[in-house]
T-cell receptor
Framework: GQQVMQIPQYQHVQEGEDFTTYCNSSTTLSNIQWYKQRPGGHPVFLIQLVKSGEVKKQKRLTFQFGEAKKNSSLHITATQTTDVGTYFCAASAGANNLFFGTGTRLTVIP | DADVTQTPRNRITKTGKRIMLECSQTKGHDRMYWYRQDPGLGLRLIYYSFDVKDINKGEISDGYSVSRQAQAKFSLSLESAIPNQTALYFC??????????????FGPGTRLTVL
């Protein structure tokens, strides 16, 4: 089956530092979605990227979709304690099923 | 979202027992899903249903069965629970969004422990 690799698995940052998580696939993706799961919570949709090379921003969060549509990244500028949680990418290669990455758990140290 | 509810929220059961997890939604979505989450493995799809008469296996359906009783209800059963089915289970819903892949709306999760 399709696999989506996500790195790193864990990231600890000081508040105010930047954070990036990466998602990679061996196959070309139709689109990619990003979700955030707060500790003890459930995944919540953040954004979907569809176009090759697409870049979208949500305040301090920047999402990119690679030119070959095989990778994606989420970058958070100047992290805050409210950013803690696990960030998942979820990819589709055509069928309407999502394959979730393993997630990156972000800890922000005040 | 509060529009997607799961019962029970926590359950401890013994090996060999039959258990049912239930999911209800008031979002009016046609599509419903069951995922399990294990530490370090992300979310894996167990079953999904695009309407009341449609049931499809996901990535890890062995040992599980589902029933779509109505548009708003989708239940997951473990006929004979085993310890490696200990996990956090999420129900999700979505609606068709044309060419894009559906956005998933997750319930609060059910934490299942099989002893």
């Amino acid at each position: 089956g399709q696999q989506v690799m996500q790195i790193p698995q864990y990231q600890h940052v000081q508040e105010g530092e930047d954070f990036t998580t990466y998602c990679n696939s061996s196959t070309t993706l139709s689109n990619i979605q990003w979700y955030k799961q707060r500790p003890g919570g459930h995944p919540v949709f953040l954004i979907q990227l569809v176009k090759s090379g697409e870049v979208k921003k949500q305040k301090r969060l920047t999402f990119q979709f690679g030119e070959a549509k095989k990778n994606s990244s989420l970058h958070i500028t100047a992290t805050q304690t409210t950013d803690v949680g696990t960030y998942f990418c979820a990819a589709s290669a055509g069928a309407n099923n999502l394959f979730f990455g393993t997630g990156t758990r972000l800890t922000v140290i005040p | 979202d509060a529009d997607v509810t799961q019962t029970p929220r926590n359950r401890i059961t013994k090996t060999g027992k039959r258990i049912m997890l239930e999911c209800s939604q008031t979002k009016g979505h046609d599509r419903m899903y069951w995922y399990r989450q294990d530490p370090g493995l992300g979310l894996r799809l167990i079953y999904y249903s695009f309407d009341v008469k449609d049931i499809n296996k996901g990535e890890i359906s062995d040992g599980y069965s589902v029933s779509r009783q109505a548009q708003a209800k989708f239940s997951l059963s473990l006929e004979s629970a085993i310890p490696n089915q200990t996990a956090l289970y999420f129900c999700a819903t979505s609606f068709a969004q044309g060419a894009s892949t559906d956005t998933q709306y997750f319930g609060p999760g059910t934490r299942l422990t099989v002893l």
